[in-house]
């Protein structure tokens, strides 16, 4: 396996020399007055007459949900606050995926689908009003802080561990479970009384076509912050995502079924994943059959998230032909994340991660994890027959690490029908509480690594075969 995966080669949208500001439709600052007809207004003028920058200027702008249009180039500039609505009835319900199955969610603040040449540029601030949608679990929180959710109002639930706020529902997740579980949709009634639980992503966009997401600060999301699905030709630089650190689903940037992506020059501090790819889950993911694939990923910075760069666990219509370099990771859970289980399928291959700077990482360094939301694999039972629903992870570099801190080094789970296989690993340097640990894991190459343990050996391997170091 040579390791060298070239970039992609990604046009840009363009549009005509033609500006719009939303001023001239009917739009008041000061975050007082609903402005939402008026963008709607503004992007419309603008692609009726061949498309355009349609202009937010400085100022603080309510608004409810903004709906993009193709040939558009929404451009919030420097000190444009974008405040998005905490009426939850202001996002009515549309059927959309989410966690790589089709839902009924709350329509996303900003969203697009089936677009093409669409743009959001400049240094503004979206804010999608996100405390009013999301829950927070008390293991999260100081006791402080606990009692400042539970005095604001809104609902704790009946054991205690998880505070909703005002207009939230608790019920709204079980519900989902059981349509789930009985195969059958919803009634409308039955939706209207969880409304507060299907909390949208802050940006939707869905087989949209020759995207750029350029310089704009995209925070307080209700769900996920960035949700490009099924997109092609999409170019990511120069934003900063913030959730906080607690918010849950908080993700950063999921690519999910999407073809020739770069991601560059961009800051992440999320409550979730930072940088994640995926492809639709289990049977619905596979059926899709559209892998996320043609990534290029380089000089990002991510702080806090669950992990820096991730994929899955959501990955059964396949990863492949992926490039990661010049990022640093700081005080995120997991640096390296790969995560699925059986009954996902799909195929992660062909993945070149290289030149990542990691500290004070929580949990791994580098961790693969077969195992997600299962028993640990000394608790479950040996081999099953290999099929669709068996995921397969394999042919991936990873060179020229570093991270200082961890509480293990690397945690590589394989399944014993499926162990991760060919995993090349070469000039890596990692000091952390425990070294690193194999388990299903075959054709393995460490190649000048340093691993240094504070306790116990630096690596240890079980049900492993032809791990070969030097």
């Known amino acids: 396996m040579s390791g060298e995966i070239g970039a992609p080669s990604i046009p840009l949208p363009s549009f ?39 202009v937010i200027p400085r100022g603080i702008w309510l608004t409810g949900p903004i709906h993009l249009q193709s040939n558009i180039d929404l451009h919030v500039e420097e000190g444009a606050l974008v405040l998005f609505s905490t009426n939850h009835s202001d996002y009515p319900l549309v059927e959309t ?4 199955l089709d839902r009924i969610r709350c329509t996303s603040p900003i969203s697009g689908r089936d ?10 601030i979206f804010d999608g009003s996100g405390h009013v949608w999301r829950p927070v679990k008390r293991s999260k929180t100081t006791a402080a802080q606990w009692h400042a959710l539970v005095s604001s109002g809104g609902v704790v639930t009946d054991e205690g561990s998880i505070w909703w706020p005002a207009g939230g529902t608790p019920q709204g997740g079980a519900l989902m479970r059981q349509l789930r579980q009985d195969g059958r949709s919803a009634s409308p009634e039955e939706y209207a009384k969880v409304v507060g639980s299907l909390r949208p992503v802050l940006l939707s966009l869905v087989n949209c076509r020759r995207v750029l997401l350029d310089g704009p600060t995209f925070q307080n999301s209700p769900a996920w912050a960035l949700h490009p699905l099924l997109c092609e030709e999409v170019t990511v630089r120069n934003i900063f995502v913030k959730n906080e650190w607690y918010a849950q689903n908080g993700d950063g940037l999921d690519l999910d079924s999407c073809r020739s992506v770069r991601v560059t020059g961009s800051v992440f501090d999320v409550g979730d994943d930072a940088l994640c790819l995926k492809s639709g889950r289990d049977e619905a993911g596979r059926k899709r059959g559209r892998p ?9 910075t991510v702080y806090r998230g669950h992990g820096g760069f991730t994929v899955g666990s959501e990955m059964s219509g396949g990863v492949c032909n992926v490039r990661v370099s010049d990022c640093t990771f700081i005080d995120t859970d997991v640096g390296l994340r790969f995560k699925s289980t059986r009954g996902r399928g799909g195929v992660v291959e062909k993945l070149l991660i290289e030149r990542v700077n990691m500290i004070r990482i929580k949990g791994d360094a580098i961790s693969f994890n077969l195992w997600y939301e299962r028993k640990k694999a000394a608790e ?30 690397m945690a590589v789970h394989g399944l014993p029908e499926m162990p991760v296989h060919r995993l090349s690993l070469e000039n890596v340097s990692i000091s952390a509480r425990e070294g690193a640990e194999f388990v299903y894991a075959d054709t393995i190459e460490m190649r000048r690594c340093e691993i240094v343990a504070e306790e116990g050996p630096a690596i240890v391997t079980r049900d492993s075969s032809n791990i070969i170091t030097g």
């Open 16 to 54: 005509p020399d033609r500006a719009v500001s939303i001023f001239d439709h009917g739009a008041v600052p000061g975050g007082l007055v609903d402005n939402t007809a008026a963008i709607a207004s503004a992007i419309s003028a603008c692609s009726r007459a061949g498309g355009g920058r349609v």
């Open 97 to 100: 995926n989410f966690e790589g």
């Open 115 to 124: 677009l093409e040449n669409i743009a959001i540029t400049g240094r503004g």
């Open 292 to 300: 996320c694939t043609d990534i290029w990923i380089d000089n990002c």
């Open 380 to 409: 479950e039972p040996g081999p099953v027959p290999v099929s669709e629903e068996t995921p397969v992870f394999r042919d991936i570099v990873i060179r020229d690490v570093v991270c200082r801190g961890a509480s293990r080094a």
